[in-house]
Nanobody, 120 residues
């Protein structure tokens, strides 16, 4: 059993910053990758940013230069620093981890979601 616990969402004004955190716990051999998705009302869930254990990152084009993902592999925790937030960033943000729960056995785990609301 693996759980992801997210924190850090909230209501901010355009131009402000937020930092999201997601900690994984349970039966974990490794996690690769770990990252964040978001889903706005009426839209499909989309990848915002993810980070592989070796340090490779992928970002949604619209957040490049504003958002930064980082990981603490020892703590099985991923962070998303979001700067210069825009109203279009308003969504529920979900943490996702591709967990190797025992050697060569993998499962995708989702967090419960945290609301980010950016007012204009």
């Amino acid at each position: 059993q693996v759980q992801l616990v997210e924190s850090g969402g909230g209501l901010v004004q355009a131009g402000e910053s937020l930092r999201l955190s997601c900690a994984a716990s349970g039966s974990i051999f490794s996690i690769n990758p770990m990252g964040w998705y978001r889903q706005a009302p009426g839209k499909q869930r989309e990848l915002v940013a993810r980070m592989f254990s070796g340090g490779t990152t992928n970002y949604l084009d619209s957040v490049k230069g504003r958002f930064t993902i980082s990981r603490d592999n020892a703590k099985n925790t991923v962070y998303l620093q979001m700067n210069s937030l825009k109203p279009d960033d308003t969504a529920v943000y979900y943490c996702n981890a591709n967990v190797e729960w025992k050697p060569r056995q993998y499962m995708s785990v989702w967090g419960q979601g945290t609301q980010v609301t950016v007012s204009s």
